[in-house]
């Protein structure tokens, strides 16, 4: 089955700077690749989907890339803001959906 | 630590029938658990949250009527699917959250494998 890992667990940084956060995938049938945004209390809120026949999508400061024969993927965050603050679960799916462990984002104004 | 079982991982069923998915936290006590339904090649959708102990928080269009769940221990939630449709068939996924787990951070959810419902 599918097999997704997510890097790193936690991540610090600046207001202003840049967030990367990388996953991995296993199963090179995977097609869809969407990533969630969960705040503190609150349900995980999907940001950002990519599918397997696209490389790269931006949303504003949001972005997210696809190495598809590296079976790896990743968001992108520029000038980050407090309220980016969350934990981050990406996923990969055919047809059922496999998610990352989370990443907890603390941007530090 | 952290691991969040869910049985059955696949089931048909005749419709009309009634089917019971259960959502297991192995190694720790869940405060809240999450049902999701996934359609194919889409994102999973939020059914409903439990807190352990009370009623289950539905999210707006999803009848509470037709997904019964129930929260009665730290360990367990269960969705019940009502009267089954071939519509109902879909990927049903639970998830677990508990303050301070594993002492992780608190919102962190754990997710089972899922239930992919067959009604025919």
């Known amino acids: 089955g599918e097999n997704v890992e997510q890097h790193p667990s936690t991540l610090s940084v600046q207001e202003g700077d840049s967030a990367v956060i990388k996953c991995t995938y296993s199963?090179?049938?995977?097609?869809?690749f969407p990533w969630y945004k969960q705040e503190l209390g609150k349900r995980p809120q999907l940001i950002i989907d990519i599918r397997s026949n696209v490389g790269e999508k931006k949303d504003q400061r949001i972005a997210v890339t696809l190495n598809k024969t590296a079976k790896h993927f990743s968001l992108h965050i520029t000038e980050t803001q407090p309220e980016d603050s969350a934990v981050y679960f990406c996923a990969a799916s055919i047809n059922d959906m496999r998610f990352g462990a989370g990443t907890r984002l603390t941007v530090k104004p | 630590g952290a691991v969040v079982s869910q049985h059955p991982s696949r089931v048909i069923c005749k419709s009309g029938t009634s089917v019971k998915i259960e959502c297991r936290s192995l190694?720790?006590?869940?405060?809240?658990m999450f049902w999701y339904r996934q359609f194919p090649k889409q994102s999973l959708m939020l059914m409903a949250t439990s807190n352990e102990g009370s009623k289950a928080t539905y999210e707006q269009g999803v009848e509470k009527d037709k997904f019964l769940i129930n929260h009665a221990s730290l360990t367990l939630s269960t969705l019940t699917v009502t009267s089954a449709h071939p519509e109902d068939s879909s990927f049903y996924i639970c998830?677990?959250?508990?303050?301070?787990?594993?002492?992780?951070?608190?919102?962190?959810?754990?997710f089972g494998p899922g239930t992919r419902l067959t009604v025919l």
């Open positions: 190694d720790f006590q869940a405060t809240t």
């Open positions: 998830s677990a959250t508990s303050p301070g787990l594993a002492g992780g951070p608190a919102d962190t959810q754990y």
């Open positions: 199963d090179s049938a995977s097609n869809y």
